[in-house]
């Protein structure tokens, strides 16, 4: 069993910035094997894909949505993930979840193992 723990987001007006990050933890999880994802889910909506990275960190890919203003990035030593996100937009509210897959980047949900509960982040306009 992999358990992933997200912490950060929170409110922030239109416009700025806030970070999210994502711990694993589990005996079976060996970073060098997963790679790890965020997704969303605003209320009334499906869950999204946001952005991927590969186990290497050496790939990445990201949703048109976010393209430019959000950056993954992975700490192996940490077994953790980050999503910096700048340049926040109120259609950016949602729930935001880490997830992590054993192999290559994809970009849907079907295709991860593990899930984090989740993490709000709020902005204002």
């Known amino acids: 069993q992999v358990q992933l723990v997200e912490s950060g987001g929170g409110l922030v007006q239109a416009g700025g910035s806030l970070g999210l990050s994502c711990a694993a933890s589990?005996?079976?999880?060996?970073?060098?094997?997963?790679?790890m994802g965020w997704f969303r889910q605003a209320p009334g909506k499906e869950r999204e894909f946001v952005s991927v990275?590969?186990?290497?960190?050496?790939?990445?890919i990201y949703s048109d949505s976010v393209k430019g203003r959000f950056t993954i990035s992975r700490d192996n030593a940490k077994n953790t993930v980050y999503l910096q996100m700048n340049r926040l937009k109120p259609e950016d509210t949602a729930v935001y979840y880490c997830?992590?897959?054993?192999?290559?980047?994809?970009?849907?949900?079907?295709?991860?193992?593990?899930w984090g509960q989740g993490a709000q982040v709020t902005v204002s306009s």
């Open positions: 997830a992590v897959r054993r192999g290559g980047t994809s970009d849907s949900a079907s295709d991860y193992d593990y």
């Open positions: 589990g005996r079976t999880f060996n970073p060098y094997i997963y790679a």
């Open positions: 990275i590969s186990w290497s960190g050496g790939g990445t």
